[in-house]
């Protein structure tokens, strides 16, 4: 029995399979990877006298927003690679499209958040009577003493990510415009209006944290604080 063509493509050639592509790569760069961005940027525990305790539980309070952004955005971006791949095989390799291009960056710059990750120098000291006092030892590191290295890497990481999600919002529009998933269209739209409201209610209620003060405290003996002391009394 001859099928029509439209109806084989539906159920074997390549339309299940942009269907596939479509919800993966929407649920990855969309859902989850934003969530974990509002969950990094408000879940911070908030600044104390000793900051994060060295050996602090890595799903306890303290560190859980650090391993969902390391961990969590890490398989996201190897998964996004496989997203790509299924693409790749329902078009029969690369094309010249906005959305094929808006795709490839988004997961290009993905890759490169883990890759300069490697490059964000040391960390420095975790001791909480180290953290509350002036006294030694205190272990020093690139993020505690913010360093060349690290303030370059925090500028290139921070900026490089928002300009990421923005390759994905783009990937998402051209996408739904050349083949458009009513559920996707849909979800976009409410997910937009929620992760705003989301992000305007923690706000306001004061949950984004200095991220210096909650991992090292609120001493003004530590580097940076200190450094920022000084730059406020120059005013």
Known sequence: MNLPQSLYDEVFGTTPHWIYHAWLMFTIWIVLVPAVLLLTRFGKPAPSLIGIPKGSPKLGRKLFWFTMHRVGLSVLAMASIVGGAVAIAASGGFSATLHSVSGIATVFFGVMQIVSAWFRGSHGVRNPAASATNEPPVPHGDHYDMTARRRWFEA?????????????????ATGLSQFWVPGVG????????LYA??????????YR???????????????????????????
């Open 186 to 193: 849909v979800v976009l739209a409410l997910l937009a209006v």
């Open 209 to 235: 944290h200095d991220t210096y003060m909650s991992n090292f405290g609120t001493g003004a003996h530590h580097p940076f604080n200190e450094k920022r002391i000084e730059e406020m009394s120059r005013r």
């Open 197 to 206: 409201l989301i992000a305007v209610v923690l706000e306001a209620g004061g």
């Open 156 to 172: 290139y990481h921070k900026t490089v990510g928002w300009l990421t999600i923005a390759c994905a919002l783009a990937a998402v």
